[in-house]
Structures are given as C-alpha cells and as structure tokens.
C-alpha cells in the first residue's frame, strides 16, 4: 500500500469544485477607475481639474497669462 500525500484542496473529497475567481472583466475595470481616480486628484492637487468650469474656474490662465479661447 502506497502513501499519498494530503491534498490541500478542501473539497477534493466531495468532488465539488471550487468556486471560480474574479472574471478579469472585473479586474481590467477596477484598475481602469483607480488610474482614473488617481488621476482625477492629481490634477486637481495641482490646480489643473476643470479650469473654466464651475465657480473659480480660469485661475489657472489668469495666473499665468493665458487667454482661453
């Protein structure tokens, strides 16, 4: 009689399979909106976000003499 090794697979005994992962749509998504995110707040800790928009919008080209067109 030969020894096997334990498996580590918990239901390897039941036959079950185990459930599937995370689709890799859901993946690419999800680091799709954090680099948008990231993004987004770097603009706007830089003063860059929505210039011409919104209330104060068009500092940035006062500050540094543009003109928007």
Known sequence: MTDQPP????NAGSGR???PGTPRWVKVS???AIVLIVLFVALH???????GHGMGGG???I???M???
């Open 45 to 51: 800790l830089m003063g860059l976000g929505f210039s």
């Open 17 to 19: 399979r185990p459930p």
């Open 30 to 32: 999800a680091i799709i």
């Open 7 to 10: 498996t580590s697979d918990t």
């Open 67 to 69: 003109q928007s067109l």
């Open 59 to 61: 500092t940035f080209l």
């Open 63 to 65: 500050q540094y003499g």
